[in-house]
């Protein structure tokens, strides 16, 4: 069944830009800890190819950058374009696909911790910063008692949308509350806010039916928004945030020092792609600094 998904989800490409499984002849192993290393491959010789499944913005866009820059190293990108946030880890941990790139450090420790997978952290990437963005109120300072504000219902950015609003003095969370906080951890809420839990992909789409609404950046880059642009309040550069939720390439435990992943982590995090980033998403994707 998980092979006919893939190869259903392989014909959906989203547009040119989005290229979207491991490959069989010349593809670089998705290969258990157990498995021998691949070798990279001689000058001139066939591409090797490396498989990444990835969510469509900004992840996509950015591998389709590094494609070219991948070549020079001798290895060919092969983008598979998903819309979820469970598939991507499931099929780099049954060995389909080599690697990830969609998901922060925080979420993928959560997947691992329900799911019982084995993936770990290749490379630190990028992060998107979390917005607060308007709805039918303009501004946070007419925040008025039953507002409606609609956050990620996943468990991970539900928590950082809470801190969110509690930095900006929306709510008051219990002490302690921290990266696994719900809405049941609000200590005090003067404006008797209701926080309306939506998967974060729909929350674009009510925006503009509740007074607030938390996205997560690739959501809202999506829907045509910039966290530092069009956010009434956003996680900035040098928050904790920053270094808590920044997006990784995740690969099966024993594959981080694979060649074909390690030429890969270095092309995303090279000079080429952080400019990139930079000029592409003006903001609404920061390029992250060890």
């Given at each position: 069944?998980?092979?006919?998904?893939?190869?259903?989800l392989t014909a959906t490409?989203?547009a040119a830009s989005l290229?979207?499984?491991?490959?069989?002849?010349?593809?670089?192993?998705?290969?258990?800890?157990?498995?021998?290393?691949?070798?990279?491959?001689?000058?001139?010789?066939?591409?090797?190819?490396?498989?990444?499944?990835?969510?469509?913005?900004?992840?996509?866009?950015?591998?389709?950058?590094?494609?070219?820059?991948?070549?020079?190293?001798?290895?060919?990108?092969?983008?598979?374009?998903?819309?979820?946030?469970?598939?991507?880890?499931?099929?780099?941990?049954?060995?389909?696909?080599?690697?990830?790139?969609?998901?922060?450090?925080?979420?993928?420790?959560?997947?691992?911790?329900?799911?019982?997978?084995?993936?770990?952290?290749?490379?630190?990437?990028?992060?998107?910063?979390?917005?607060?963005?308007?709805?039918?109120?303009?501004?946070l300072d007419e925040i008025?008692?039953?507002?409606?504000?609609?956050?990620?219902?996943?468990?991970?950015?539900?928590?950082?949308?809470?801190?969110?609003?509690?930095?900006?003095?929306?709510?008051?969370?219990?002490?302690?509350?921290?990266?696994?906080?719900?809405?049941?951890?609000?200590?005090?809420?003067?404006?008797?806010?209701?926080?309306?839990?939506?998967?974060?992909?729909?929350?674009?789409?009510?925006?503009?039916?509740?007074?607030?609404?938390?996205?997560?950046?690739?959501?809202?880059?999506?829907?045509?928004?910039?966290?530092?642009?069009?956010?009434?309040?956003?996680?900035?550069?040098?928050?904790?945030?920053?270094?808590?939720?920044?997006?990784?390439?995740?690969?099966?435990?024993?594959?981080?020092?694979?060649?074909?992943?390690?030429?890969?982590?270095?092309?995303?995090?090279?000079?080429?792609?952080?400019?990139?980033?930079?000029?592409?998403?003006?903001?609404?994707?920061?390029?992250?600094?060890?």
């Amino acid at each position: 069944m998980k092979k006919k998904l893939i190869s259903f989800l392989t014909a959906t490409v989203i547009a040119a830009s989005l290229l979207a499984g491991c490959g069989g002849s010349g593809s670089a192993p998705a290969a258990s800890g157990d498995q021998a290393e691949a070798e990279a491959p001689a000058e001139g010789g066939e591409l090797t190819t490396i498989t990444v499944a990835a969510s469509p913005i900004p992840h996509a866009e950015i591998l389709e950058q590094a494609k070219p820059l991948l070549a020079e190293k001798g290895y060919d990108l092969d983008i598979k374009v998903f819309e979820d946030y469970v598939q991507p880890n499931e099929v780099v941990n049954s060995g389909e696909i080599d690697a990830n790139y969609f998901q922060h450090v925080p979420y993928l420790d959560s997947f691992n911790e329900e799911k019982g997978t084995d993936l770990v952290v290749a490379g630190k990437i990028h992060y998107e910063p979390l917005g607060i963005y308007p709805g039918t109120k303009a501004s946070l300072d007419e925040i008025g008692d039953g507002d409606v504000i609609a956050v990620p219902n996943d468990t991970t950015n539900e928590a950082r949308a809470l801190l969110l609003l509690q930095e900006n003095g929306v709510i008051t969370l219990k002490e302690g509350a921290g990266i696994t906080a719900t809405k049941q951890d609000i200590a005090e809420n003067p404006h008797n806010v209701e926080i309306k839990e939506l998967e974060a992909a729909q929350i674009p789409h009510v925006k503009d039916e509740v007074a607030f609404s938390v996205m997560n950046g690739n959501y809202a880059i999506e829907a045509g928004f910039i966290a530092a642009k069009d956010a009434l309040a956003y996680e900035e550069s040098d928050s904790e945030a920053a270094k808590t939720y920044v997006n990784v390439i995740a690969v099966k435990a024993g594959n981080e020092e694979n060649e074909g992943i390690k030429a890969l982590v270095e092309v995303l995090r090279s000079e080429e792609i952080k400019n990139f980033i930079a000029e592409k998403y003006e903001g609404g994707v920061v390029f992250f600094e060890e």
